[in-house]
């Protein structure tokens, strides 16, 4: 049996129970080694070379820990004597390495507050996952953030985890989910981790170059299925990803952007300090809580897209 069988597995446990939030989740561990190790590396008195050598000390630790838990779990697995309790037990750790129901329950959440029209709980909701200040969001910028968050972490949350994990099995996409998890606490951009956070922010630039590239194709064909605009989303993703400060989160936020015929990026505020993001696509509709949902409905057809084009090329392997 193909061991892409345990990824259409591991999305089908995703889509029945979610990523549970319990102290036990897999990536908590993760999070607290990282937390341990920084405390252990990182002094403020440090000049910046051994502040970024540090920082990568800790990432290599990382990785290595991540790998081996990935490979031990895929032994214990194989240790069983079931074919069938193998395949479940992979699939259930990659589960935890992808995240679509959790970004889907999260858009859901918002689209409906926005259409019961409670703004004060949608801005407060829409803070749980964007980094921006929300506390004076009005319907069309937290529209706007929660379709740029469900169409960036589709790359990392979903496509990259899957990717490697066609790539090099479990431990890969073990592997990619600490990658991913060390940038979200490391790459900061601020004088405590701008060095120290550097090797973590620029491996997780690296790892999802390919992924994220994969995603914007997954979206146009996407849109094409969804009789959505896949014309102009090929268009703005040609024209305004490389826009984006990250060279790999333009791809997805461009492409969704042109799919739905609306305009993403702007002004966002940061502790009270206006910070403007450039615009990707062409505000053609004014945006509404409906986007929310189309983009969910993108990132699904992506998810079922990689996973069916990426069993048919291992069974012609």
């Given amino acids: 049996m193909s061991p892409m069988i345990t990824a259409v597995v591991a999305f089908l446990i995703d889509a029945l129970i979610g990523d549970p939030r319990s102290k036990y989740h897999p990536v908590v561990p993760m999070g607290n080694l990282i937390s341990f190790l920084e405390k252990i590396l990182r002094r403020d008195s440090d000049g910046y070379i051994k502040k970024i050598c540090m920082g990568g000390v800790l990432v290599s630790i990382v990785l290595l820990v991540s790998y081996g838990v990935g490979v031990a779990v895929v032994l214990l697995a194989s240790l069983t004597g079931s074919f069938t309790l193998k395949i479940f037990i992979e699939a259930l750790a990659l589960s935890f390495m992808i995240s679509p129901r959790s970004l889907a329950d999260a858009g859901r959440e918002l689209y409906f507050l926005l259409t019961d029209g409670n703004i004060l709980e949608a801005r407060r909701?829409?803070?749980?996952?964007?980094?921006r200040d929300t506390a004076h969001l009005n319907e069309g910028e937290i529209v706007r953030a929660t379709?740029?968050?469900?169409?960036?972490?589709?790359?990392?949350?979903?496509?990259?985890?899957?990717?490697?994990?066609?790539?090099?099995?479990?431990?890969?996409?073990?592997?990619?989910?600490?990658?991913?998890t060390m940038d979200s606490m490391l790459g900061y951009k601020n004088e405590k981790y701008f060095y120290f956070g550097r090797v973590a922010a620029r491996l997780d630039d690296v790892a999802n170059f390919i992924p994220a590239r994969i995603t914007a194709l997954l979206f146009i064909i996407s849109a094409f299925i969804?009789?959505?605009?896949?014309?102009?989303?090929?268009?703005?993703?040609?024209?305004?990803?490389?826009?984006?400060?990250?060279?790999n989160g333009g791809y997805a936020e461009a492409t969704v952007a042109g799919a739905l015929n609306i305009q993403l990026g702007g002004i966002n505020s940061y502790f009270g300090v206006p910070s403007f993001r450039a615009y990707m696509g062409d505000a053609n509709e004014l945006l509404n809580p409906q986007h929310i949902l189309l983009t969910i409905r993108l990132m699904y057809t992506a998810t079922v897209i990689f996973l069916m084009i990426a069993y048919s090329l291992e069974l012609g392997a």
Avoid: C, Q
């Fill in 125 to 131: 909701k829409v803070g749980w996952i964007v980094g």
């Fill in 147 to 180: 379709v740029e968050t469900v169409s960036e972490n589709t790359v990392d949350g979903i496509i990259s985890p899957l990717f490697y994990f066609a790539v090099g099995g479990l431990p890969l996409a073990v592997a990619y989910r600490a990658v991913n």
């Fill in 226 to 247: 969804l009789n959505l605009d896949y014309k102009n989303a090929f268009e703005m993703m040609k024209r305004d990803a490389a826009k984006h400060p990250s060279p």
